[in-house]
């Protein structure tokens, strides 16, 4: 009886649910490859074999009780599917990965070619080859950023490029918990990342008949910039092709502080506009012809020009995840037209995801996906709310444009404020205004200007359209560099502990789908995550995993050991803390103070000794005798200092505080690269017990994408 009472029990609620049910199921699909990425090691046969009992567990109770079970069967059979899905996918991109410091000749296929944050010309090779290094050691794909004065032959899709650089694995996180770069380039295939200061060399010219989309994608990229020059030229070229490599970073970080820095990327609202725009003028086109328009279905004929206007922007832009995204959400809301249902709606949306999610799991863990995925289902909850608003029906229609407008940016705006404060630790504070400003002339002005320039360009006639686009993206440059040099435009954010999008993305599904009043329960995840964010409090002293720079935070800033080296590990640390101030301004705190070779500073009742270099290393056993905690970018020779070293190791790996009498060996403890390339980035926090430490490694845990001795 008991059972039969909570089946009915969760039945009633599952009969008020009746007709919502479907978007709940890309959650159950997306909670199971969220469980993959936080599992502490890879589940192996048994947790795959797991997961198909899973599956079959969830169906059968799914046909057994139907009006009961169903729904719950359903969502453990999906939670198991996303667990087995991302596990599969991490399978099959697996290549290998460096496993130590390279520097030699370097060769490969040029596979995409793009910008590094220094601005320096970065290119993406396969079919690659390191000297001597045989092939089953060799990463599939490495990435190499050219520093040299002249990059020597400039790149063309296909080419086989040679040059002789430095090359390293993929770095993990800069501090534990941190951004996990490491297992973003194993999705990507990549296991090589460095650098070359001498010029590329052309082996071999592209192949008649290879690389057509991407060769095709470049010269139209170099039309563009040069019908129209400077910046806008490659603005335009990144809005039509994806190319980015002719943008400089200030113009990027311009855009980034004025929060219109989508408008760069090829995602939904390109896709949207421009597959809208092919949608409209087709059907305007086939409703002159009475003829066509009183027999013919001219809206399914205009869904499917528009679906392949769409499918060949995708091809043409290179396929990467953020337009493959806009293309399956665009590609579902069209398929909704082609059947005669309605396009927009959550279903369409949640179909878009599970496609996503099935044949990319790990976009789920990107910013791109959940910023997307949260801007569209707020949009679309909100404007099928909007049809019941009566105040909606004493708008005039000239102004109902205006408020869907301003309702659209403001609600995207609202939507993704929380992922783009996590991932990128600021809050644009002008991004309302500046979207009000630019998303208008990017719709109506810039992207059909460049559809009519498309179709004009065989006939030479393009030169209109071309101006046109050109006075749009000028237009947003401007807005850009206005908004960005304005006073506090951005307000940095401090990263949020593990689990607090979490529980916001939990807390906005549930009011977004769950139907009646209950929904307001998904208020109290998203109260509770504000409120862990607002009493986080960051890592006391921070190690990088080479052992070149260390952080100590005191009275809410911290003080960098180094004012060079190691630039992009202090701006992850500083900007994580909230932090607006550069590497040199960071170093230049009265925190720490030259002590020989290093740098001394005192946290409470701990001493703690930076040395970076050779000759620091030399100078250590000196040191240890007045710090208790030592750092070293280069390993130690001394027998004592490497049971120092040995001994900071097991602790760590053992979770154990240290205490200020565990430094009996030596007269302190060491860390040093020997160390770290067991535990990568170190996080350290005082406790009364002593010094907490937290460990990259054990964030990542066991994954194919963590590499190196435990």
């Known amino acids: 009886m008991h059972l039969h009472a909570i089946l009915a029990a969760v039945n009633r609620v599952q009969q008020g649910q009746r007709g919502a049910l479907m978007p709940w199921s890309a959650v159950a699909l997306g909670c199971g490859v969220a469980l993959y990425f936080a599992l502490p090691r890879e589940p192996g046969l048994a947790g795959y074999g797991l997961c198909v009992c899973a599956v079959a567990v969830g169906l059968g109770a799914a046909l057994w009780r139907r009006e009961g079970l169903a729904p719950m069967g359903f969502a453990v059979a999906l939670v198991a599917c996303g667990v087995g899905a991302a596990g599969l996918r991490a399978h099959a991109v697996a290549g290998p990965v460096l496993a130590f410091r390279y520097y030699g000749p370097i060769e490969g296929r040029v596979v995409a070619i793009d910008r590094s944050a220094t601005d320096a010309l970065r290119v993406m090779l396969a079919d690659v080859r390191l000297g001597t290094m045989p092939p089953e050691e060799t990463p599939l794909r490495v990435r190499v950023s050219v520093h040299a004065a002249s990059p020597g032959t400039v790149p063309t899709p296909g080419a086989v490029v040679m040059t002789t650089g430095h090359l390293s694995a993929p770095s993990g996180p800069a501090e534990p918990g941190g951004f996990d770069f490491q297992r973003h380039a194993w999705f990507q295939s990549l296991g090589g990342v460095g650098y070359t200061r001498h010029l590329l060399v052309l082996l071999e010219p592209r192949k008649p008949g290879e690389a057509r989309l991407f060769h095709l994608r470049v010269r139209l990229s170099r039309a563009i910039q040069s019908r129209i020059p400077g910046q806008p030229g490659a603005f335009a070229a990144a809005v039509l092709t994806g190319d980015r490599s002719g943008l400089d970073q ?70 990467n995840v953020a337009t493959e995204r806009a293309f399956v959400q665009v590609a579902v809301m069209f398929a909704a037209v082609l059947l005669d249902r309605r396009a927009i709606t959550l279903r369409s949306v949640a179909i878009a995801a599970l496609i996503i999610l099935l044949h990319r799991p790990e976009t789920l863990v990107s910013p791109g996906f959940q910023m997307s995925f949260a801007a569209t289902a707020a949009l679309v909850g909100v404007f099928n709310a909007a049809r019941d608003w009566a105040w909606m029906d004493r708008v005039p229609r000239w102004g109902k444009g205006v408020v869907a407008l301003v309702l659209s940016s403001a609600v995207a705006g609202a939507a993704t404020a929380p992922f783009a404060a996590a991932h990128f630790n600021q809050i644009a504070i002008y991004g309302l205004a500046a979207n009000l400003l630019t998303v208008p002339v990017m719709g109506s002005l810039v992207i059909p200007a460049a559809v009519v320039a498309v179709l004009l360009a065989p006939l030479g006639l393009s030169g209109l359209a071309f101006a046109l686009m050109e006075r749009g993206l000028r237009w947003i440059l401007f807005v850009a560099e206005r908004v960005s040099h304005t006073p506090s435009a951005v307000h940095p954010i401090e990263a949020p502990p593990a689990g607090v999008l979490s529980l916001i993305a939990c807390g906005a599904l549930f009011v977004l789908l769950w139907r009646g009043r209950a929904r307001a329960l998904g208020g109290l995840p998203i109260l509770v995550a504000v409120v862990l964010w607002a009493q986080s409090d960051r890592p006391v002293i921070l190690i990088s995993d080479t052992g070149g720079l260390v952080g100590v935070r005191e009275t809410f800033e911290r003080g960098l050991s180094r004012t060079r080296g190691n630039g992009f590990v202090a701006r992850i640390w500083l900007e994580n803390d909230g932090d607006l101030a550069d590497q040199t301004t960071a170093a230049a705190r009265p ?120």
């Not at 004025?258 to 092919?278: D, E």
């Not at 004929?301 to 206007?309: D, E, N, T």
């Not at 160390?675 to 350290?684: F, Q, Y």
């Open 250 to 319: 200030r113009a990027v970080e311009a855009m980034r502080d004025a929060n219109i820095a989508h408008l760069l990327a090829i995602s939904g609202l390109h896709m949207g506009l421009l597959t809208g725009f092919v949608f409209a003028v087709t059907r305007a086109v086939l409703a002159l012809v009475p003829a066509l328009a009183l027999r013919h279905p001219i809206r399914k004929w205009a869904a499917v020009v528009a679906l392949a206007a769409g499918a060949f922007y995708l091809a043409l832009s290179g396929g």
């Open 591 to 710: 925190i720490w103070g030259a002590d020989g070779a290093g740098h001394l500073t005192r946290i409470g009742n701990w001493s703690v000794w930076h040395g970076p270099g050779r000759r620091a290393a030399r100078e250590a056993a000196t040191a240890c005798g007045q710090a208790d905690l030592v750092v070293l970018s280069e390993p130690t020779d001394d027998p004592n200092l490497r049971r120092a070293a040995l001994a900071f190791a097991d602790l760590a790996a053992n979770d154990t505080p240290l205490r200020l009498n565990d430094a009996h060996l030596s007269g302190c403890l060491v860390v040093d690269p020997h160390v770290l390339r067991a535990t990568g980035a170190l996080a350290l926090n005082p406790t009364p017990q002593g010094m907490a430490v937290t460990t990259a490694r054990g964030w990542q845990g066991d994954r194919l994408w963590s590499s190196g001795p435990r």
